[in-house]
């Protein structure tokens, strides 16, 4: 099968494993320009909360670390857009299954597909949390850019995608990388509540509500309560993404795991405070809430309703 003739083999197949867009690129150091930027933004001290982003850089700058025998990074796309009542507090990433377990299966399926019509390879399997540039190797691939809240952003589902890769040890042609589309719009800066977003591309991470409703542990600060109050939600935070022009009129793609859980529409967020543990586990386990202790849920949630 020649290189052209498989990158539109998997191009043509890939929708039936859930994905909506792919793209390829060579497997190879980052540029060094983007290297620089990222080197950078980790060795500000906002960033030494998420300790984890200083860890394997050098795997992060180069993904050939990563898998040795990798020749082509293939880049999948997936939308999850959900529009939802005003009044939900949860972001809309959250979903019934945990998209990360929902992902490695349907690459895994995939690649038993794609072992089947073209024969055996090596490849590894990322879904987001390799230490690999995700957003990058997706512009890189040609997915999309990377607009000034630092989200990739694609044509035709905006923001709200989900970013999965698949690193092979056989060559197919990269793809050509996407135009940024932002131009002069500024939305998503002027937008965020706790003004997080600095300038284009730079996010003062504590101040980021995805960061103080996820990521941090110890008890919020009153300054960070004061931040929590501005936003509207309680686990992430989408309002950078709800501006965004390209974010508008997204068709909604029925997918059973990769959607919003009803539980979450029905109930209000009074009713979480009245759980213990247990039933916070057993509506959240599956969902990628469950790597938030109950305790910080709970805390945050009395932080966010004024209790």
């Known amino acids: 099968m020649g290189k052209e003739f498989l990158k539109n083999f998997i191009r043509k197949n890939i929708e039936k494993f859930g994905f909506d867009k792919v793209g390829f690129s060579k497997c190879e150091r980052i540029d060094s320009e983007f290297a620089l930027k990222f080197v950078s933004s980790v060795e500000n001290q906002n960033y030494n909360v998420l300790s984890y982003l200083k860890k394997n850089i050098e795997i992060r700058l180069n993904p050939k670390f990563l898998f040795p025998e990798g020749k082509t990074i293939i880049s999948f796309a997936t939308n999850y857009y959900r529009k939802l009542p005003e009044n939900i507090t949860f972001s809309k990433y959250l979903t019934t299954i945990d998209y990360h377990?929902?992902?490695?299966?349907?690459?895994?399926?995939?690649?038993?597909?794609l072992k089947n019509e073209i024969g055996d390879f090596n490849y590894k399997i990322c879904v987001d949390t390799s230490p690999i540039l995700e957003k990058y190797l997706a512009y890189k691939s040609g997915i999309g850019w990377i607009g000034k809240n630092s989200l990739l952003v694609t044509k035709e589902f905006g923001s709200f995608v989900f970013?999965?890769?698949?690193?092979?040890?056989?060559?197919?042609?990269?793809?050509?990388?996407?135009?940024?589309?932002?131009?002069?719009?500024?939305?998503?800066?002027?937008?965020?509540p706790t003004k997080a977003i600095e300038k284009e591309r730079k996010i003062n991470i504590r101040k980021c509500i995805s960061y103080l409703t996820i990521e941090k542990r110890?008890?919020?600060?009153?300054?960070?309560?004061?931040?929590?109050?501005?936003?509207?939600?309680?686990?992430?935070?989408?309002?950078?993404?709800?501006?965004c022009p390209y974010n508008k009129n997204i068709k909604e793609k029925d997918d059973k795991e990769i959607t919003?859980?009803?539980?979450?529409?029905?109930?209000?967020?009074?009713?979480?405070?009245?759980?213990?543990?247990?039933?916070?586990?057993?509506?959240?386990?599956?969902?990628?809430?469950?790597?938030?202790?109950?305790?910080?849920?709970?805390?945050?949630?009395?932080?966010?309703?004024?209790?």
């Open 101 to 113: 377990i929902v992902l490695r299966k349907r690459m895994e399926d995939f690649i038993e597909f």
């Open 218 to 243: 110890e008890k919020l600060t009153k300054n960070e309560k004061e931040m929590l109050k501005k936003g509207k939600y309680v686990f992430g935070c989408d309002i950078c993404q709800d501006v």
């Open 260 to 307: 919003f859980p009803s539980i979450l529409i029905e109930k209000d967020n009074a009713f979480y405070l009245t759980i213990n543990e247990n039933g916070y586990k057993k509506i959240f386990s599956n969902t990628a809430l469950s790597r938030v202790p109950y305790n910080v849920f709970v805390n945050n949630l009395r932080v966010y309703l004024n209790k």
């Open 163 to 192: 970013l999965s890769e698949i690193i092979v040890d056989f060559e197919v042609e990269g793809d050509e990388i996407c135009e940024n589309l932002c131009f002069e719009c500024n939305n998503c800066i002027e937008n965020c």
